[in-house]
């Protein structure tokens, strides 16, 4: 009768232990790619929310068509570039990525007033305005919009 292991079983627990290895770090892979799609459309929405915040703190009246951006648009704001590093603290992620930022005035009919009946006065009390933000992560187009009503 033989006692231990042979050759052929060792071999065996080896190749699945390898099997197992590689599986684990192609899951390991897997979240890393996932933390930085997830990280980028974090960044992505941060943008947003600050150049809108920018804009309703300047006052509607000041929240005119930019003619810089393009004839024909409603564009109020807009920026090829804004860059966001990220660098992660124990993964060594280091990431940059380039946005681009455009915010649209939408349809603000509905928030006109008529000040009197006697003489068709307009006041606008507030603008609807839709922030866009595009970029690429690994050569994929990614987009968020953001809306908001500023008073």
């Not at 990525?97 to 507030?126: C, G, H, M, P």
């Amino acid at each position: 009768m033989k006692k231990g292991f042979g050759i052929l079983e060792v071999l065996i627990a080896a190749v699945v232990l390898g099997f197992l290895i590689v599986g684990l770090n192609k899951l390991q892979m897997g979240n890393r790619e996932a933390l930085l799609r997830v990280r980028a459309r974090d960044a992505a929405s941060i943008i947003a929310q600050h150049v809108l915040d920018s804009l309703g703190s300047v006052g509607i009246n000041s929240i005119q068509v930019n003619s810089a951006c393009g004839t024909g648009t409603k564009l109020v704001y807009c920026k090829e570039k804004y860059t966001y590093n990220y660098e992660g603290d124990s993964s060594k992620i280091k990431t940059k990525i380039d946005y681009n930022v455009k915010v649209e005035l939408l349809d603000s009919s509905t928030q006109k007033s008529d000040t009197t009946r006697f003489a068709k006065l307009e006041n606008t009390y507030a603008k609807n305005l839709q922030a866009t933000v595009e970029w690429k992560f690994k050569n994929s187009p990614q987009r968020i919009t953001i809306a908001k009503v500023v008073r």
